[in-house]
Nanobody, 115 residues
Framework: QVQLVESGGGLVQPGGSLSLSCAASGISFSIYGMNWYRQAPGKQRELVAGITRVGITNYADSVKGRFTISRDNAKNTVYLQMNSLKPEDTAVYYC?????????WGQGTQVTVSS
């Protein structure tokens, strides 16, 4: 049974930081590309950041220089460090694991940036 479990969301003031984690089980984690998506109310889900199985990263323009994605294959975990958070970063953040036709999602964690 494949599980992706996100943690680390919460409420933070503008300019603050949060670190999200996604622990995977039931998959050969090291061969999967891992992504973080987010979905704000009334908006489509969008790709925030991705990391390939060899560690190549990519970011949405809106988060470049503020967010960092990383992975620890020994712990089957992918991370998203979010700094200089803005109110427009408020969304449910989802972890995604993908390997060819194998595509798995976590349940999401809420991030709210507000004073």
């Amino acid at each position: 049974q494949v599980q992706l479990v996100e943690s680390g969301g919460g409420l933070v003031q503008p300019g603050g930081s949060l670190s999200l984690s996604c622990a995977a089980s039931g998959i050969s984690f090291s061969i999967y590309g891992m992504n973080w998506y987010r979905q704000a109310p009334g908006k489509q889900r969008e790709l925030v950041a991705g990391i390939t199985r060899v560690g190549i990263t990519n970011y949405a323009d809106s988060v470049k220089g503020r967010f960092t994605i990383s992975r620890d294959n020994a712990k089957n975990t992918v991370y998203l460090q979010m700094n200089s958070l803005k109110p427009e970063d408020t969304a449910v953040y989802y972890c995604n694991a993908i390997f060819y036709q194998y595509d798995y999602w976590g349940q999401g964690t809420q991030v709210t940036v507000s004073s």
